[in-house]
């Protein structure tokens, strides 16, 4: 539960709410922050709440319940608000647009929620109201189930569309764990069932094994992994499970599938001429794995294409720090227990390269793409899951948009380890597109740890300019237990990874496209 210091519209609501014993509130530095830390936390809890104060508060978490929103997260918004005798007489209030109509709130919170956020505004008046006790909470946390009959009826469709095939492969999407109802382990089965290759859209990484034989990469177009690509375009049967085809996820639209697409969703089914409706994916995905047949030709002919293991070169301790000596490192880190946040930035691109060993879980924002996201959300992330390191991969300019929240990170002794990729600027924008606008002001950044310590914070602030000085830093991180450490990495502006140069090029030239004449 995330929330903001006490604010007059939200004062009696969060004493109230500090009351019950089986909430925690955990106070953010910004209501940008908090809702961020928010999403953060419903990724790793599987919902979270967000309490802020009126229009001034509201509406800087808007852009967090957004992205939980674009990211198919249970987030509920809580917002105080006016007396309820304000309004009839015609009052004007403090933290409002000056008129007597405060609906705007409302009205602009309808537009970024539906039953993944939600969104309750409790007037201020009213915060220690006696109320209806709550029906019981089963009614909104109990899982829904498919209608059976569709269910069978789906199932047995898709079985018989898949044994008239000879190359199927399965798509993993973002909204396979979002399904929850143990979808992720349902699609295990009916992967082991088939036989067939994996591959994963960039946005789902780590929710299908890395480390499973049947994984054969990211499917990313032109910059997939392990020739992914190649697999999907050459299969003759494509099953979608939770997938979303977006201008980032299909680099500008160059990587849609040109088959027709079998596409299992949260809680729905088609394929071409058909939809099933009150389909649940769980449910769908382990009872399709009773009825398919086995057929293994697509990992077999990916076993004869697959590109062979790259030589990672390894460069001596003083040798200048580059982005692949970066990712090399970060490599070693993961293991079982971490999960690695990566933000919009190089670091989607030097992130989705890397391989995650058995148990070791991936992050990213890729729908909402909000720069500094990951530092709010790493926090609310690692709150929920103290058993687990967390570690971030984040750019110089989205540090600077939430730099705020790691001292959440040192007043809740979280250890963190943040990697800070310095190459002097927004550099995915400069390769879409160059202008003086993608310079920002260089900070000091492992300097700027200290001043989050205050007196009694447990944080490091370093910098790596070579390979040496990363190792060294890596191990005071992996040593602080009591706080975060953040590591500045110093690259040169233009040490970036040839994917995003790539997929910034096809993503620019879509974003360019001329308008389209009526009738043209
Ligand atoms: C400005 C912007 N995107 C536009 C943007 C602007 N504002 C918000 C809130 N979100 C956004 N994605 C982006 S990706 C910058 O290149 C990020 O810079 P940085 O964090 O330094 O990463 P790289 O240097 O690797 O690009
Ligand atoms: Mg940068």
């Known amino acids: 539960m995330s929330s903001l210091p006490t604010k007059d519209y939200n004062l009696v609501l969060l004493d109230k709410l500090q009351a019950n014993p089986n909430l925690t509130e955990i106070g953010c530095a910004n209501e940008l922050n908090c809702s961020l830390a928010a999403e953060g936390y419903a990724r ?81 008046n009213l915060s220690g109201a006696e109320c209806v006790r709550p029906g019981p909470i089963s009614a909104v946390t109990d899982p829904v189930t498919s209608d059976k009959a569709a269910l069978e009826a789906a199932a047995n469709c898709a079985a018989e569309y898949l044994s008239g095939k000879l190359k199927p492969v399965i798509l993993v999407g973002p909204k396979l764990r979002r399904a929850g109802d143990g979808a992720e382990e349902s699609l295990l089965k009916l992967a082991e069932a088939m036989g067939c290759a994996v591959a994963v859209q960039p946005a789902a990484k780590g929710m299908f094994p890395e480390d499973h034989k049947q994984f054969v990469g990211i499917f990313w177009g032109t910059v997939s992994t392990d020739a992914a690509d190649s697999i999907v375009h050459w299969a003759d049967a494509l099953l979608c499970v939770g997938t979303s085809f977006t201008d980032y996820s299909t680099v500008g639209w160059t990587a849609m599938p040109d088959i027709p697409l079998m596409a299992a969703e949260m809680d729905h089914v088609t394929f071409p001429g058909a939809h099933f409706s009150r389909v649940r994916l769980g449910e769908f995905l382990s009872h399709l794995a009773t009825q398919v047949k086995y057929n293994n030709s697509t990992m077999i002919e990916h076993n004869r294409l697959k590109p062979d293991p790259v030589l990672v070169h390894t460069p001596a301790p003083g040798d200048e720090l580059t982005r692949k000596e970066i990712s090399r490192q970060v490599q070693a880190l993961l293991g079982s227990k971490t999960t690695l946040f990566v933000e919009t930035g190089d670091s989607w691109f030097n992130g989705i390269q890397l391989k995650l060993p058995q148990g070791a879980q991936f992050e990213i924002e890729m729908a909402w793409g909000h720069i500094g996201w990951s530092i709010p959300a790493a926090f609310g992330y690692a709150l929920r899951h103290p058993d687990r390191k967390t570690i971030v991969m984040i750019g110089d300019g989205s540090f600077q948009v939430t730099a705020q929240e790691v001292s959440q990170m040192v007043r809740f002794n979280l250890p963190i380890t943040i990697l800070l990729v310095n190459n002097r600027g927004y550099t995915i924008e400069v390769e879409i597109h160059d202008g003086s606008y993608n310079k920002i002001k260089n900070w000091n950044y492992a300097l700027l740890v200290h001043a989050f310590n205050g007196e009694d914070g447990n944080a490091k602030g370093l910098s790596a300019k070579t390979a040496g000085e990363l190792e060294d830093a890596i191990k005071v991180a992996t040593e602080n237990t009591q706080g975060p450490t953040l590591i500045e990495c110093s690259i040169d502006q233009d040490d970036c990874s040839r994917e995003l140069i790539t997929w910034g090029h096809f993503v620019a030239t879509a974003n360019a496209r001329p308008p389209r004449v009526s009738g043209g």
């Open 44 to 124: 790793a809890n599987g919902v979270s709440a967000c309490v802020v104060t009126f229009s001034v508060g509201a509406l800087s978490a808007f852009n967090g319940t957004g992205s939980a929103y674009a990211e198919n997260l249970a987030l509920i918004l809580i917002s105080g608000s006016p007396n309820t005798n304000d309004a009839s007489q015609f009052h004007l209030l403090h933290h409002t647009l000056g008129t007597t109509d405060y609906s705007y709130q409302l009205e602009m919170a309808k537009k970024i929620t539906c039953c993944a956020p939600c969104y309750i505004e409790i007037p201020t």
